[in-house]
């Protein structure tokens, strides 16, 4: 059913007349309904003041009422036409920033609207906030990945191999409660630990391997995603323990700072500081987070370059990681909620030097 408060937030942000939302999981956010449409379109249009209508193939044609009115269409029919029937010529017209060129192109060359924006923000900074409803699924889905991490350890064994620690993944997110991945698993063993993005491969355990686990599930719809770095059957050496606990500090210090009203960029600069000043500021190669909701990575960095300030209701990654392929691959990867007058961390995994034998 549509959520008139989203949508009035959206409208407020909006530096445009209306609204063309084609993006399926922000109208399933607004108006409760997913639909995934192919390569067909599919569009919500919302304005000030008039019913929102919801363009949609006549080959996913529903019965239930949204507080929508539904256009339905074929294929062979002119979207263009549809549209501008719906909207006034004399407006500003925002659209999303996955609507296809196949469908904005014409949209433009005929004139539909005096003026096209992408409207994007509108959508993304309401989606930043999180509500009572989707913090308690996002709670739930983290608890679950803390629980999943605690089963996938004792799938680490002699002989395994990155490939078959990772299929097992999804049956335990099931047995967990999970309806399935948030993203494809990260299962790295050594070396590969360096690589921050690795897909599981045949590269089989060894004695003394790092062993990384990027991991996050799905409950209700709402994401997960945590990661952490473990020992097989040796000590780390001291310069290996030196690099886990320079990513142990600049997550725990990143995260002490999260409050509302601080800037994005100065909590990645917290952790940035801390491995660049232990030496290893080249192999920390990537952004210290990303927002998270429905989609795993939503817009809203925690990065050098993103300067927003915290609201609470945002949920992000806390993700420091150092990356140095003849030493050490590590990352330790929390979520995290802006609360009214602080922060709650929503992963509960230990952040300690953990041998798995």
Known sequence: M?????????????????????DPLAIKYLCGKMIWPGERFLGLLIQNGKEPVLFVNSLFRFEEELGVRKVYFQDTDNVTELVKKEIRKDIVLGVDKILPARFLLPMIEQGIAKGFINGSLAVDHTRAIKDAAEIALMKEASLINDRAMAE???????????KEV?????????KLGAEGYSFPPIVAFGKNAADPHHM???????????VLFDVGCKYHGYCSDMTRTFFYKKEPTAEQKNIYNLVRRANEEAEAIIKPGVRLCDIDKTARDIITEGG?????????????????????????????????????????????????????EDLVLVTEDGHEVLNHYPHDIEIIE
């Open 2 to 22: 549509l959520n008139q408060e989203r949508m009035n937030r959206v409208l407020e942000k909006l530096d445009a007349d209306a609204m063309l939302v084609s």
């Open 152 to 162: 996938f350890k004792k799938l680490i064994h002699a002989g395994v191999t990155e």
């Open 166 to 174: 990772a299929a097992e993944t999804l049956g335990i997110y099931k």
């Open 200 to 210: 599981p491969d045949a590269t089989v355990l060894q004695e003394g391997d790092a």
């Open 280 to 332: 290893y500021g080249p192999d920390f190669t990537h952004r210290l987070g990303h927002f998270i909701g429905t989609e795993c990575h939503e817009y809203g960095d925690v990065s050098q370059a993103f300067t927003d300030l915290t609201q609470p209701g945002n949920i992000f990654s806390i993700e420091p990681g150092i990356y140095h392929p003849s030493i050490l691959g590590c990352r330790i």
